[in-house]
């Protein structure tokens, strides 16, 4: 698996980052991809020479920031009628639902609370679209939320890199614990509105 990962990022190189990180930001069928650990791998592979952590730490923000923009308008565009829309292979109704209630939950800070969580992570700036938030509102929550996820995850694996000797031969379990944390508070977040329901 983390060969895998690996062999991706070398292949696609700075482009190809830019691309998924931008589409898994707020094209509604991006949630499927590899946000965290994409970029806790492209960190660690900076720290070992592959790629410059200088121009990642700024095609990545903008990728970040642009396709929360993209999400946005959007959510704003299409409106309650994706809402509406049924399930297919690419749109499951469970996910924006989820995106919603955390929206309702944490209003503006939402945009950046969802950067740390796969999927509503997608859903979150539709949402907002959706609800109409004002676009300044908006923009500085997703410009913050933006550079603080990709900077946050690129730096984490750099200075693992950095600090574990041959780290290669401890990525995968590194990339489990950082998918394992990715979607604790969504898997918290599930239990205790269970609970709820269940009251």
């Known amino acids: 698996m983390h060969f895998d990962l690996k062999e991706l990022i070398t292949t696609v190189g700075y482009l190809g980052l830019f691309a998924i990180v931008f589409a898994e930001s707020g094209l509604f069928f991006g949630f499927f991809l590899p946000g965290d650990s994409l970029l806790v791998t492209a960190g660690l592979l900076a720290s070992q020479g592959y790629l410059k952590i200088e121009i990642l730490l700024v095609i990545l923000a903008i990728a970040a920031i642009g396709g929360d923009s993209v999400g946005y308008l959007f959510g704003r565009k299409v409106g309650h009628r994706i809402f509406n829309k049924e399930k297919s292979f690419i749109f499951d109704k469970n996910h924006i639902n989820r995106a919603q209630a955390f929206y309702e939950k944490y209003g503006g ?15 979150a700036p539709i ?17 913050f939320g933006g550079i603080l996820w990709t900077a946050g995850m690129l730096l984490l694996g750099y200075f693992l890199g ?15 614990v950082i998918i394992f944390l990715s979607i604790l508070p969504g898997i918290i977040d599930t239990y205790n509105h269970k609970k709820r329901s269940n009251k």
């Open 109 to 123: 800070k939402t945009i950046v609370i969802a950067r740390f969580m796969p999927i509503i992570r997608t859903f």
């Open 127 to 143: 949402v907002a679209g959706v609800g109409r938030m004002d676009y300044r509102k908006f923009i500085s929550f997703n410009i």
């Open 162 to 176: 950095n600090f574990i000797p041959d780290v290669d031969k401890y990525l995968f379990p590194i990339l489990i």
